[in-house]
């Protein structure tokens, strides 16, 4: 173990699993999706839910960003919103006799996209600099984001009436994409239960702060990855490239988001080293949204899913020492 301690992968497993239960209990009998969303946060990834109406999106994305005290915004996406009103706009004042700097709705340490595919491919784009480069352009001045910055954006499938698929740039920032399903008939029974006299989200409080959480990103950063590791995770990205189900492979940003969720993976497992399996157990939460299906595919109706999962199944897995 290189960079980092047992206290240090302690913190962050600990703090993981306090971020898990508080979400936990609002979003009921979906620990996939919770503990995902966890390793997103703790990745610094931006976070895609895509699901279809009604599965409780919204309420991941806002029971997460609840159960951290930092800054939070809401941005509705709607077909009028328009892209100033994402990143802010400069408007002059007359007394100083000077422009000043009205920040938008991004300057948040989380911001939830609700529906972000309602708003038009131009508003979408405002978004590009911000989640790559954790800052806002206006007029030629470039304004930094508050730290940690976290976009978690909900959208419904694009066969969805009133929805714009996301431009390929922007899906590729979203460094884990994850849907919810339809809840079973238990955890639809629990929820009927708990949360059918009042808002769920009212209890919840506040488990770590900005500070805490950028902390824990910075140990998660620290994580070891072997170099036979490294080289399995290139090779399973590769796959994607070369596989005929796949028109568009995955792009190297792909390869660094996988690390970096790989790492949160391990931190989280107690471990401050990635192994393989963290690799394949993110590929397709990882990989699945870059990837663009060949014609053959569609036709066949496959999914890119399903393509990852095959492409990745041809690459050796790294023995063990």
């Known amino acids: 173990m290189e960079g980092i301690s047992e206290g240090d992968v302690a913190r962050v497993t600990g703090l993981a699993r306090s971020i898990r239960e508080a979400v936990s209990t609002v979003i009921e009998g979906k620990p996939e999706a919770v503990e995902l969303a966890t390793a997103a946060l703790l990745a610094e990834a931006h976070l895609l839910i895509e699901d279809v109406p009604g599965v409780g999106k919204t309420m991941l994305a806002k029971s997460l ?189 792909a390869s660094l988001q996988l690390m970096r969720a790989a790492k949160a993976w391990a931190a989280m497992d107690g471990r401050g080293y990635v192994i393989p399996d963290d690799i394949a157990d993110l590929a397709i939460p990882t990989l699945a949204h870059r990837v663009l299906l060949s014609p053959a595919a569609q036709l066949a109706g496959r999914n890119p899913a399903d393509a990852v999962a095959a492409a990745i199944a041809t690459v050796a897995v790294p023995a063990k020492r």
């Open 65 to 253: 960003a609840k159960a951290i005290d930092a800054t939070v915004r809401r941005i509705q996406f709607t077909p009028d919103l328009l892209p100033s009103d994402i990143t802010g706009v400069s408007v002059y004042n007359q007394a100083s006799g000077s422009f000043e700097f009205k920040p938008g709705s991004v300057f948040a340490n989380l911001v939830i996209g609700d529906e972000i595919n309602r708003a038009s491919p131009k508003t979408q784009s405002a978004l590009l600099e911000a989640m790559e480069e954790r800052r806002v352009t206006v007029d030629g001045v470039s304004h930094e984001l508050p730290r940690p910055f976290l976009v978690i954006a909900t959208q419904n499938p694009i066969e969805m009436e009133g929805t714009y698929p996301l431009p390929e740039a922007q899906r590729d920032r979203f460094g884990l994409r994850i849907d919810i399903g339809y809840p079973s008939s238990t955890a639809e029974v629990a929820m009927l239960e708990h949360h059918g006299g009042a808002d769920p989200l009212e209890p919840l409080a506040p488990v770590a702060t900005a500070a805490t959480v950028m902390e824990a990103i910075g140990i998660v950063r620290q994580v070891y990855v072997h170099p036979q590791v490294k080289q399995y995770l290139v090779n399973v990205v590769a796959a994607t490239r070369t596989a005929s189900e796949l028109r568009l492979g995955a792009s190297p940003r």
